[in-house]
């Protein structure tokens, strides 16, 4: 089936500095992507909507200055959380939709540790 | 939008029993319900999913049921291993971008 991989799976950051997540497809296009966040043992909770070759749409609440989303390519969105604070640690998880399956394939996450 | 209720939010049963775990959703206009397991520290991955022109489906242990008039169907493991022990997360949705979650439950299958 289709994989979707994230990176870096772990990262530790002082406050005030910036972080960057990517998000891949590894056998397959994705023309968009999708970027969750989820609190220890809660849901899912979509943060925005990664579109290729457009801007993201973001979810109600949620700051687009803050977690920066960029689509390079048909392949690759990652996700910026800037000048980060310890109540933006979380783990943080993309997902990509299969081009013929109709399925949702997630990475394996990104757990955030803000210092 | 979208809001997806989930329960039990914790559930513990013997290695054998069988195990049921119940969604509503809101909006009507959803039709595709998909659950997914997570294990710890894992990503989710889909076991099995429903559309709303079905009104069951099986795959092996596992079984989804759709009842579209009351807006709820559910996830129903049989022969419970310990190997199933997880977090289950309903979903619907229209389209993957109005996709909304259930709070998820903790299944706990003792041996």
């Given at each position: 089936g289709a994989v979707v991989s994230q990176h870096p799976s772990r990262v530790i950051c002082k406050s005030g500095t910036s972080v960057k997540i990517e998000c891949r497809s590894l056998d397959f296009q994705a023309t968009t992507m999708f970027w969750y966040r989820q609190f220890p043992k809660k849901s899912l909770m979509l943060m925005a909507t990664s579109n290729e070759?457009?801007?993201?749409?973001?979810?109600?609440?949620?700051?687009?200055?803050?977690?920066?989303i960029n689509h390079a390519s048909l392949t690759l969105s990652t996700l910026t959380v800037t000048s980060a604070h310890p109540e933006d640690s979380s783990f943080y998880i993309c997902s990509a939709p299969g081009t013929n399956t109709g399925e949702l394939f997630f990475g394996e996450g990104s757990r955030l540790t803000v210092l | 939008?979208?809001?997806?209720?989930?329960?039990?939010?914790?559930?513990?049963?013997?290695?054998?029993?069988?195990a049921?775990?119940?969604?509503?959703?809101?909006?009507?206009?959803?039709?595709?319900?998909?659950?997914?397991?997570?294990?710890?520290?894992?990503?989710?991955?889909?076991?099995?999913?429903?559309?709303s022109n079905v009104g069951e489906k099986k795959d092996q242990r596992i079984a989804v049921t759709l009842n579209k008039t009351a807006k709820h169907f559910s996830l129903h493991i049989t022969e419970t291993q310990p190997e199933d022990s997880a977090v289950y997360f309903c979903a619907a949705s229209i389209t993957f971008s109005d996709m909304r979650f259930g709070a998820g439950t903790r299944l706990t299958v003792k041996p």
């Open positions: 070759g457009s801007k993201a749409t973001y979810e109600q609440g949620v700051e687009k200055d803050k977690f920066l | 939008g979208e809001n997806v209720e989930q329960h039990p939010s914790t559930l513990s049963v013997q290695e054998g029993d069988s049921v775990i119940k969604c509503t959703y809101s909006d009507s206009a959803s039709n595709y319900f998909p659950w997914y397991k997570q294990e710890l520290g894992k990503r989710p991955q889909l076991i099995i999913d429903i559309r």
